[in-house]
């Protein structure tokens, strides 16, 4: 039976420092070793983009995605997934992603020190570099999409509509042609910093060549879902029956659809 709905699951950290939008390497890999023994599929891109055209995915099918690209996903989620036979999309920020060489040891601060490196000018200590991205694209086990080039929230920076329209989309080209000469590919799959979007903010993306826009607001995905508005959940660092719970409802259309409006946690 091919799947009704299909669950994408949003992370950000995998790490052994606690702090907000951060799962422990324990809890993931448990969530990934539960996924992989009760037999679910995880779609890469193309598959979702198109199960949302109406093709038939396997019943038990999640989109695994991580937002911003830090080097605990290299460190910690990738090594889980390869070894569950899983694969997931990373949406990086691209202007925070350096050369150098992979690192197998290295720090992994927590999300408040990650933060302040980025903003202090030492986002190669906490963010992914190509050579790992590299890496975890040609194991095929992660495939990298965009966050932007700047994660900036123009709508804060800019008041005039005309002037903040092109600053957004010179951050989308950005984003996107960096992606095409680092990786040799062109991506048409966009997630917006902090899920902020707007009218226009859509319209800018489908002229700068993306196609689908993930959000961060709850919500089931079927193949009724308008590419534009793709609804992720939050996964949190909790046992492993709040995530088989959160799996279940989701890819179960009217269910997912209700408890999103009841509850949505």
């Given at each position: 039976m091919p799947a009704a709905a299909v669950p994408v699951l949003m992370y950000h950290h995998v790490s052994p420092n606690p702090g907000l939008v951060t799962v422990s390497p324990q809890t993931f890999r448990a969530q990934m070793s539960w996924l992989a023994r009760h037999g679910y599929t995880a779609l890469s891109s193309n598959q979702f983009a198109?199960?949302?055209e109406g093709q038939p995915v396997a019943e038990k099918s999640v989109l695994i995605t991580f937002d911003d690209g830090y080097l605990d996903?290299?460190?910690?989620?990738?090594?889980?997934?390869?070894?569950?036979?899983?694969?997931?999309?990373?949406?990086?920020v691209t202007g925070w992603i350096s050369d150098g060489m992979p690192r197998r040891?290295?720090?992994?601060?927590?999300?408040?020190?990650c933060m302040h490196r980025i903003e202090s000018g030492a986002a190669d200590s906490v963010m992914l570099r190509w050579s790992e991205i590299e890496q975890m694209e040609s194991d095929g086990i992660c495939e990298i999409h965009s966050h932007t080039h700047t994660h900036t929230r123009w709508d804060r920076q800019i008041a005039d509509p005309e002037k903040r329209r092109s600053a957004l989309l010179a951050d989308l080209v950005a984003s996107r042609n960096t992606l095409q000469q680092r990786l040799g590919?062109?991506?048409?799959h966009l997630c917006w910093p902090q899920g902020y979007y707007d009218a226009q903010y859509q319209t800018v993306a489908h002229e700068a060549g993306f196609t689908h826009?993930?959000?961060?607001?709850?919500?089931?995905?079927?193949p009724h879902t308008a590419p534009a508005e793709i609804n992720r959940i939050v996964v949190k660092d909790k046992p492993g029956m709040w995530f088989a719970s959160r799996l279940w409802t989701y890819r179960h259309a009217g269910l997912g659809a209700l408890y999103t409006k009841l509850r949505g946690d």
């Open positions: 198109a199960f949302l996903n290299y460190r910690h989620a990738f090594p889980a997934l390869r070894d569950h036979g899983l694969r997931a999309v990373i949406f990086a040891e290295a720090e992994c601060p927590a999300h408040s020190e590919k062109t991506s048409q826009l993930y959000t961060v607001r709850k919500g089931v995905n079927t």
